[in-house]
């Protein structure tokens, strides 16, 4: 194998000490093992080397009255699953750490917990990985899974380290995807801690029972540290907010927080004892203001609208140095340009995540009627209990699931349909400021007054459909299909009612 290959032609410098020699030896032969027993994970032979058992075995965990994971896959999916996911997501929370303009978030008890947790996980992890390295330099026998799994929990813990300390630095005093790997990660090694509670009283060797010990200290760490990212961090000491202005609580709340909306009970609260005036409401967050915004949608539009034209950007400087050629583009008449591109590139990122958040929410519209459909059939037999409850906490848990994702899309394009509303009416305004006379004899005040308050509305109306337009054909095709399982043939007359109805309705609405 390539290891191997490596392995003969490493060049090493000179060595004094033969056991040297032969711990290097050992390493090379380890990497050997370690590469060519990954491939018999799924394999259930005797002379698998990599897992203590079968990777999956269904008369254990399904057709069976207490059911049980296997320790292969508790050590393997369970484990490996997490830490994918906070890779794959990394690349996400280091756009969020970049694009952020605070710094300096201060230590606190909180934060210093985090990270003391997380190196005592790296300890953890690493000495998990040396001793099972050590037994095998000892000619005993070790699985390949006591090697990779704390090599990769170490990397990770070691990834979720630099990026809480990197979020302290850059001014984030919430993550949502470190919230989403501890989250994870607690619920994930719970197979694992209940199996090594139920062997406890089983005699084991000292090597395992060394293991034991080092995970009953692992798995609580991994929960408490799911616990601290519940909670936000202190704000950043340098922010483009003033400590005298009266902050939105959404600013400076949790992830867990935002996602609940929690940060908005307050405001209730205090409307439910008085009445609300002005001044009991927040100002706005620095992103959602016209002074943000306009800027950035006029900056978009000039060059929208020299691209399409053909014409150059218009500078501050003048002509810069050199031949300039003036072209007859004033004598070309102007093509119409659209402003949809604009308005979606200056607000692309909370666009896309909205229409994450809805594609998601559909999957979970059509995963709630199958669980049904599996209860249904678990009361018509005679199936054991536990599923009755899995089925039924499944259930309950897409549903909510389902509903805080599309209340995120809903939010997220209701908060763009505002932002799109607030650039539209500046430049409207803008320009009926700078209206040449000849032109304002054909513009009315009221055609202008209409544009700003009529128009601009619409716009902010039209962010609300957005993501229907792509998602509805999808979800009419997947509804088709279950449809078409249950009712066969008879799905084409539904079809066709619908069909013609579609026009019918689009005339009467008109």
């Not at 032609?9 to 030896?25: E, I, N």
């Amino acid at each position: 194998s390539r290891r191997s290959v490596l392995c003969l032609h490493v060049s090493l410098p000179p060595l004094r000490h033969r056991s040297t020699v032969s711990v290097c030896a050992k390493l090379c032969k380890l990497l050997h093992q370690v590469g060519s027993s990954s491939w018999h994970i799924m394999g259930s032979k005797a002379e698998n080397t990599f897992c203590y058992s079968k990777f999956w075995d269904n008369a254990a965990v399904w057709d069976t009255s207490y059911p049980d994971f296997s320790l292969c896959f508790e050590k393997t999916v369970l484990v490996w699953v997490p830490c994918l996911v906070l890779w794959l997501l990394s690349p996400i929370e280091i756009c969020f750490i970049l694009k952020s303009k605070c710094r300096d978030i201060p230590w606190a008890p909180l934060i210093t917990a985090k990270l003391l947790l997380n190196l005592v996980l790296i300890g953890i992890s690493s000495v998990n990985f040396v001793g099972s390295a050590v037994q095998h330099f000892q000619d005993e026998s070790v699985f390949a899974v006591d090697l990779w799994t704390p090599a990769i929990q170490t990397l990770t813990f070691l990834l979720a380290a630099v990026l809480l300390m990197w979020d302290k630095v850059r001014g984030l005093h919430t993550s949502g995807v470190l919230f989403v790997f501890w989250l994870l990660m607690s619920i994930a090694g719970a197979a694992q801690f209940r199996t090594e509670i139920i062997s406890a009283d089983i005699p084991n060797s000292e090597e395992n029972s060394f293991r034991y010990v080092l995970y009953m200290i692992y798995y609580p760490v991994v929960v408490v540290m799911m616990v601290l990212n519940v909670f936000a961090d202190r704000p950043p000491r340098y922010t483009y907010y003033s400590k005298y202005e009266k902050i939105c609580p959404e600013v400076t709340s949790s992830f867990v927080t935002q996602t609940f909306v929690g940060w908005f009970d307050g405001l209730i609260w205090q409307g439910f004892r008085k009445t609300l005036t002005s001044a009991d409401l927040w100002n706005p967050k620095l992103e959602d203001t016209s002074a943000y915004l306009v800027p950035r949608f006029e900056n978009l539009w000039k060059k929208n609208f020299a691209k399409a034209n053909g014409t150059a950007e218009p500078t501050r400087k003048g002509i810069p140095n050199g031949t300039h050629h003036i072209s007859n583009s004033k004598n070309k008449p102007k093509k119409p340009v659209s402003i949809l591109g604009p308005m979606v590139r200056m607000l692309w990122i909370p666009i896309l995540i909205a229409g994450l958040a809805k594609f998601i929410a559909d999957a979970l519209e059509f995963i709630n009627p199958q669980i049904l459909n599996l209860l249904i059939r678990y009361v018509a037999g005679k199936d054991y209990m536990w599923k009755g409850f899995f089925y039924a906490v499944s259930m309950f848990l897409s549903a909510e699931l389902y509903t805080l994702f599309l209340n995120k899309m809903a939010m997220n394009m209701f908060i763009v349909g505002i932002n799109w509303r607030t650039a539209i009416m500046a430049a409207v305004y803008k320009k009926a400021l700078r209206i040449s006379p000849a032109a304002r004899k054909e513009s009315t005040v009221g055609e202008v007054v209409n544009l700003m308050a009529v128009d601009a509305q619409r716009c902010a109306d039209f962010a609300q459909y957005i993501h229907y337009i792509w998602t509805a054909p999808i979800s009419i095709c997947v509804a088709l299909y279950f449809l078409w399982n249950l009712l066969g043939i008879s799905t084409l007359a539904g079809l066709a009612v619908m069909l013609i109805v579609m026009p019918i309705n689009s005339v009467i609405a008109n």
